[in-house]
């Protein structure tokens, strides 16, 4: 929630693009801003964690294919 009482608004989705960009460290300051501004925490974690389970898997499955041959 927001000082005055608001929640926040945004969507998943968005919190997944903002965490996805910042695997890469490509973000714009308007856009830091604005995510700071408008994303749930809660959604970022979440978002953060599956990114990196996503990573991880992607991951182990070149290895097991460099592994194979």
Same mark, same amino acid.
């Given at each position: 929630? @927001?000082? *005055?009482?608001?929640?926040? !608004?945004?969507?998943?989705?968005?919190?997944?693009?903002? +965490?996805?960009?910042? =695997? =890469?460290?490509?973000?714009?300051? !308007? #856009?830091? @801003?604005? #995510?700071?501004? *408008? /994303?749930?925490? =809660?959604?970022?974690?979440?978002?953060?964690?599956?990114? +990196?389970?996503?990573?991880?898997? +992607? /991951?182990? =499955?070149?290895? !097991?294919?460099? +592994?194979?041959?």
């Amino acid at each position: 929630m @927001e000082p *005055n009482g608001q929640p926040r !608004k945004s969507s998943f989705g968005a919190s997944m693009k903002a +965490v996805f960009w910042s =695997f =890469f460290g490509v973000r714009k300051r !308007k #856009d830091y @801003e604005h #995510d700071a501004a *408008n /994303l749930s925490p =809660f959604h970022v974690i979440v978002a953060a964690l599956l990114g +990196v389970a996503i990573f991880i898997g +992607v /991951l182990l =499955f070149v290895v !097991k294919l460099a +592994v194979a041959q």
